[in-house]
């Protein structure tokens, strides 16, 4: 058994990453492809700390994660008063029946 | 095996077990508790990865904040008197062609190529180091993102009460 290095984190977040675009692709309703975009920032996230784990870069590939993390809480906050404007106009969040961009 | 890989693999089974069925599950309740589970585990990661800070911060920014927002969401835009809380699927099998091509060249790429990887050096905790970058090198990008959270809550609360 080899040891955990490098290549198992990058797999790791490869695979979260296509998990988070097949939610975005398959899924109607809005709030489900936030779910998707969410675990496609986690999975570049992972690949920051990892990267910053191996190449010994000092913590500055931490600091970026960090500051992902907090452009995906803004990103969350305003898509989720959008998707509210969006309940309130047209009665339901499913993306595929929103298709008029003015009432 | 060291304990280390053991825990890896486990933390690893959560993070992707969870978030395959955060993607096919149909009840988005569900969905959104299975998230947590995969947030927990990528946060674990993050604790092998020896950065504590990240970890700590994944817990209280996605799981204290983000998910409770997303629970949010799914309350107040389904009828509380129509139980079920459904979501429809679109395309999932040429949808899940693409993203099994996709998620092959993905790792194949990341295996191929010869990353430059240094000697695993042990540390201590990273708040500290973290917090000197913050206030030194880094800390223009600092005040620009506390400004844009405070611009992105305010657009945020105006548009939610229009």
């Known amino acids: 058994m080899i040891n955990i290095s490098l290549y198992h984190y990058l797999i790791v977040s490869s695979i979260l990453f296509c998990l988070g675009i097949f939610g975005i692709i398959t899924r109607k309703n809005a709030i489900m492809v936030l779910m998707g975009i969410e675990l496609i920032l986690n999975a570049a996230n992972i690949n920051f700390v990892a990267f910053a784990r191996y190449g010994n870069f000092g913590n500055s590939g931490q600091l970026a994660a960090l500051f992902v993390i907090i452009l995906a809480a803004a990103e969350a906050a305003i898509a989720m008063a959008i998707v509210l404007n969006i309940y309130k106009t047209f009665s339901n969040i499913n993306i595929d029946e929103i298709d008029t961009l003015k009432d | ?162």
């Open chain 2, 1 to 162: 095996m060291t304990v280390y890989d053991i825990i890896f693999y486990l933390f690893a089974l959560i993070t992707i077990g969870s978030a395959f069925f955060v993607v096919t599950l149909r009840n988005i309740v569900y969905s959104a508790f299975f998230l947590l589970f995969t947030l927990f585990g990528i946060a674990g990661l993050y604790v092998l990865l020896s950065a504590d800070f990240i970890a700590i911060v994944q817990l209280v920014v996605y799981v204290g904040g983000i998910l409770v927002l997303l629970l949010f969401g799914v309350m107040l835009t389904h009828k509380i008197t129509n139980v079920q809380i459904k979501t429809g699927t679109l395309q999932i099998i040429p949808s899940a062609v693409a993203v099994l091509v996709l998620a092959f060249a993905l790792i194949k790429i990341f295996l191929t190529t010869n990353w430059k990887t240094m000697e695993l050096v042990s540390q201590n905790s990273s708040a500290q180091g973290l917090g000197v970058l913050l206030i030194n090198q880094y800390s223009v990008v600092f005040e620009l993102l506390g400004i844009l959270l405070l611009i992105a809550l305010i657009g945020a609360a105006s548009m939610a009460r229009r």
